[in-house]
């Protein structure tokens, strides 16, 4: 079969090329801040200001023995102050809002070094990312596309929780149609960052996913009763005390810091829309999209379309997303590539995911999440219609597995 033009241009050396030139970048911006002591720290061994610094003073008061003290602004700001912090360039101490279940995690990074906690939190949650990437695509060869969407260079340079939320989303994807309560219990650890679980309750009951139901009740039980059991009754009064002064309506950026929304609400905001059509157009955006993926459920799918589906969901339908949270598009797109490798690539898509790649590089400042994210539903969509096996032409894959 005569090749196209479009797998002509995206042959796999120029595609390693282009990716490996991507990731030399990431690499080089890297050494460059440790070389001119940007990072972790300063050349005195003071912190830069990264959003690790308050995963590192929330795990410091935890393994002091003051986990409930996070949620205290002043006793929150004075850990923070006591890191003695390089610069803060105008930006306010961060607030701690995570639910009590992530303080039972960060003492774990809490008993050495900042600059070594720093290094164990990322290379821990990157490796964690990579196995549950590595598990979903068949071929290790692919792997090393999960390196390249933007939101990995952030996570690293900021000590970010999104590899770990990447993870989690995608383990518990995989073992869904496999193992449903594993599934379940997985899926409930996410609950550190409640605003990606959403979509789940939906799909889970209109498809009749009720072990998955069972085993995410029974981790989320779990966690509660270790939480109160660890800091009291009172860590609940607390951290609903500080979610609520952190605005959790107007999901606002705060003032000093240039971040942008990767949701329909954040493009609204983002536009100059006001608080009303921001929620408008974003409920609309969720529903749309719920009922797709429940759809999606109801009929005789490929398992890894189903997850792809899922995965696309849980980002689209939460209104709270930053870009270093986009890292988690890994996830339906490893779900996508497993497809293709079990039933063949349309054409057309080897452009799509290229330029899906090309577009996540300008996430930091513009809200490109929503558009990336209808274009890989409509992926989805468009594989969910194609004949249930199709010719693996120009895949060549070597170790094929059921979807």
Not at 42 to 49: C, F, N, Q
Not at 166 to 177: I, N
Request: with cysteine; glycine share 8%.
């Amino acid at each position: 079969m005569t090749p196209t033009a479009e797998e002509r241009f995206f042959t796999p050396m120029r595609i390693r090329a282009w990716g490996g030139a991507l990731l030399l970048a990431y690499a080089a911006k890297l050494v460059w801040l440790v070389l001119s002591a940007n990072w972790p720290v300063d050349a005195a061994g003071r912190p830069v200001l990264a959003d690790f610094v308050f995963i590192w003073s929330g795990g410091q008061l935890s393994f002091a023995g003051n986990g409930l003290g996070a949620y205290d602004h002043a006793t929150f700001t004075a850990a923070q102050d006591a890191l003695n912090i390089a610069d803060r360039f105008g930006i306010p101490p961060y607030r701690w809002v995570y639910p009590p279940p992530f303080l039972l995690v960060v003492p774990l990074i809490a008993w050495v070094p900042y600059a070594a906690g720093f290094a164990l939190w990322v290379l821990a949650t990157l490796g964690l990312y990579l196995l549950v990437i590595d598990r979903i695509i068949p071929e290790r060869r692919f792997l090393w596309l999960a390196l390249l969407p933007y939101g990995a260079a952030i996570a690293i340079r900021e000590g970010q929780t999104s590899f770990l939320l990447s993870a989690l989303l995608g383990l518990s994807l995989y073992l869904l149609p496999r193992r449903p309560f594993s599934a379940g219990m997985v899926l409930a650890l996410m609950v550190y960052k409640p605003q990606f679980g959403l979509i789940f309750p939906i799909v889970f009951f209109v498809s009749g996913q009720w072990r998955a139901i069972a085993g995410a009740v029974t981790m989320l039980v779990v966690q509660a009763v270790a939480c109160t059991w660890v800091y009291g009754l009172n860590v609940w009064s607390a951290f609903w005390g500080s979610f609520n002064q952190a605005d959790p309506v107007n999901l606002q950026n705060v003032p000093g810091l240039v971040v942008v929304l990767q949701t329909a609400f954040g493009f609204v905001y983002w536009i100059g829309g006001g608080l009303p059509l921001q929620w408008s157009v974003h409920l609309v955006f969720a529903a749309i999209i719920t009922a797709i993926v429940c759809i999606l459920f109801r009929h005789p799918v490929p398992d890894a379309l189903k997850s792809a589906a899922l995965a696309i969901g849980v980002l689209c339908v939460t209104p709270y997303m930053l870009a270093y949270d986009l890292l988690a598009v890994a996830v339906p797109g490893a779900f996508l590539i497993r497809d293709c490798q079990n039933r063949g690539i349309l054409p057309g898509e080897r452009s799509l995911l290229a330029g899906v790649l090309l577009v996540l590089l300008f996430s930091f400042y513009i809200p490109v999440g929503p558009f990336v994210l209808a274009v890989l539903m409509w992926t989805v969509l468009r594989r969910a219609q194609m004949a249930p096996a199709l010719l693996i032409d120009r895949v060549h894959p070597e170790r094929p597995v059921p979807s």
